[in-house]
């Protein structure tokens, strides 16, 4: 039988997302940072600097740069849009004064201002907006895959905007559930942002064999989320699960300093 006690405890204390590189064909493109933050409130505008790298010996880049939106699935993905697709878009608040297509020689490098204005008639309750920026290389070169075979390369980078508001931050995670799925012997635990802002943190995992008196503290799992994301992640006990009955509690720890959610999970593993 699951049992499951949820506690809130009181304490005294991208394939787009990454910078890379591309050595095929010695075709390289890397644009930092990977994240952009804007802190403006509505009515107002602000500018932040992204820094586009022609990391090529050979190569010229014809470069485009676009906007899109993104969000996370449940399982934590990154899931991407069209630009204006979502509610809590920002990709019609950005403009690129310098234009959005310019090459780069092999070697050069260029720092691009991505100006934000926001709209007067935005609710300092919508206090999060998100968008995406890629960076476009628009003249593939020939190069061969992995086989040999001849291959036509373009490469594509990009980085994640968000905007909020000045309104007083909430973090406020809710442990909603959590279950032992005996197929895949991972701990599944459910939980919402409830609060106003992103937020990030890790799980911290502690297993207890009651059977055997053994207990393990599992590697922290790292997780993401924004305002509104009801999320599942998937705790791997691996080599540590013997069979026996177990309790399972796992501690959400998100950087704040005086409360952490947690939950205990009790299950049986044959």
């Known amino acids: 039988m699951k049992v499951i006690n949820s506690i809130t405890i009181a304490v005294f204390t991208l394939l787009l997302i990454k910078s890379t590189e591309i050595a095929s064909a ?4 890397s644009v930092s940072p990977p994240r952009v933050y804007y802190s403006i409130a509505a009515g107002e505008s602000g500018v932040q600097r992204v820094l586009i790298n022609n990391i090529s010996k050979e190569h010229p880049l014809d470069l485009a740069i676009t906007l899109g939106d993104w969000e996370y699935d449940e399982y934590g993905n990154n899931v991407m849009f069209p630009p204006d697709s979502l509610e809590n878009s920002c990709a019609s608040w950005l403009t690129l004064p310098e234009g959005t297509y310019f090459t780069l020689q092999p070697g050069e490098r260029r720092e691009v201002e991505v100006m934000m204005n926001v709209p007067n008639n935005v609710s300092s309750g919508d206090n999060v907006q998100t968008a995406m920026l890629y960076v476009t290389q628009m003249n593939p070169v020939d190069g061969v895959d992995a086989q040999g075979a001849a291959i036509r390369i373009n490469v594509r980078q990009g980085i994640k ?3 909020r508001g000045l309104v ?3 973090r406020v995670l809710e442990i909603t559930d959590m279950t032992f799925n005996r197929e895949s012997k991972n701990i599944v635990l459910a939980f919402n942002n409830n609060g106003n802002i992103w937020t990030d943190g890790v799980i911290q995992t502690t297993i207890f064999n009651r059977t055997t008196g053994k207990e393990v503290a599992l590697n922290d799992t ?3 989320t924004m305002p509104g994301n009801s999320r599942k992640v998937m705790i791997a006990p691996g080599d540590a699960l013997d069979k026996g009955d ?4 796992v501690i ?6 005086t409360i952490l959610e947690a939950a205990e999970l009790e299950f049986r593993h044959e």
Do not use: C, K, S
């Not at 010695?26 to 493109?29: A, F």
């Not at 959400?252 to 300093?257: A, F, I, N, T």
């Open 161 to 163: 905007i968000y905007r």
């Open 168 to 170: 007083a931050n909430r």
């Open 252 to 257: 959400l720890d998100y950087g704040d300093e």
């Open 26 to 29: 010695q075709v390289g493109l």
């Open 222 to 224: 790292p997780f993401f």
């Open 246 to 249: 177990y309790i399972a509690t």
